[in-house]
């Protein structure tokens, strides 16, 4: 009788363990799916939120029914290695090679309901450079710089957009901040460092390091060969596409949270045991400096090329309608066809 009342108490505490297991495991992949789910939703609703805030704002630089004009424009010589920062709120930022030795500025506003001369255009010298400024008329501060650049300086509120256009010689640093809207840079040669609250980044550069952040826009960026520094470049919810020279020596770290995960160097993606996050690491060549990749909600792309010198072609995809920058590989000439046998 004792051993019979054993192997019932034993068999119940199995049966009892089973269920608890299998409850277990169905919460699990519920919170998976939850996961999942809620990821892609907040994927698709973000920017539509940032879409909807934009136009609380007064609009993007182009959309229909906005004025455009009160041009403004700033030249200096900058030495290598100095360093030029844009600060705007409202706008893109387009940053190209210039063809002589002078870094040049040129702005160009655009308004919906307001005065373009609500926002000025202020351009502070210092010892390491230049920064110029989109800030509110009559705002309490109207230096530019690092340390006077704070909220009641910005215009967010005006509804006037700036449009910045900067040609920058061989060597200058570049940094630019705006928090609607995109930035194309092409033809970098030193430090870069950009940030986009709400807008898509394009890169195009042979300098290294760059540190490109976006908000909920996705970033494209062709790079030459690194060097020892640490490099980023993350999206908070969009994708990230970084292409590489076949031979770079660099070390790689990406991550997504939710997302594919692509690489044409043949690294390891390693998949996350519960959960849909994604990740990569390893050494290109003989290593180096590490790139960091970094998505939230978005996928992850790394490509190679094999020629340094890369044609970059301008292209628009998307519904958004996003400029975004194609890189294509020169490629060897097709043979000839073999001569047909008698």
Not at 138 to 162: E, L, M, Y
Not at 312 to 324: E, F, L, N, P, S
């Amino acid at each position: 009788m004792a051993m019979n009342e054993f192997f019932r108490k034993w068999r119940a505490e199995i049966l009892r363990g089973s269920m608890i297991f299998v409850v277990v495991v169905a919460v699990g992949l519920a919170l998976v799916s939850a996961v999942r789910s809620g990821a892609n939703r907040a994927r698709q609703f973000i920017p539509q939120l940032a879409q909807s805030f934009n136009a609380s704002m007064g609009g993007g630089f182009d959309d229909p029914g906005r004025s455009h004009g009160d041009a403004w424009s700033w030249h200096k010589r900058l030495a290598p290695g100095q360093l030029i920062t844009i600060h705007n709120v409202n706008g893109p930022v387009e940053v190209h090679a210039a063809e002589g030795p002078e870094t040049s500025v040129e702005t160009e506003k655009s308004w919906l309901g307001s005065d373009s001369a609500a926002v000025q255009l202020v351009a502070s010298d210092g010892p390491s450079g230049v920064t110029i400024c989109a800030v509110m008329n009559g705002a309490h501060d109207s230096q530019c710089g690092a340390q006077h650049w704070g909220p009641n300086d910005r215009h967010g509120n005006s509804r006037v957009a700036v449009k910045f256009t900067v040609h920058v010689p061989s060597g200058v640093k570049v940094a630019v901040q705006t928090g609607l809207g995109d930035v194309e840079v092409d033809g970098g040669t030193a430090d870069l460092k950009v940030e986009s609250g709400t807008g898509d980044i394009s890169v195009t550069s042979m300098a290294w390091p760059v540190d490109l952040t976006s908000g909920t826009g996705d970033i494209s960026a062709t790079l030459g060969a690194p060097g020892r520094s640490d490099a980023h470049v993350k999206s908070g919810i969009g994708d990230v596409s970084v292409t590489l020279p076949a031979q770079a020596n660099v070390s790689i770290n990406a991550h997504t949270g939710v997302g594919d995960l692509s690489d044409e160097f043949g690294l390891p993606v390693t998949e996350a045991q519960y959960g849909p996050s994604k990740s990569l690491t390893g050494n290109l060549g003989s290593g180096g400096g590490v790139l960091s990749l970094a998505t939230g909600t978005g996928d992850i792309s790394l490509n190679k090329v094999d020629h340094i010198n890369l044609h970059v072609t301008r292209v628009q995809i998307g519904k958004k309608g996003h400029a975004v920058t194609a890189v294509t590989a020169p490629t060897a000439p097709t043979p000839p066809p073999a001569p047909a046998k008698p």
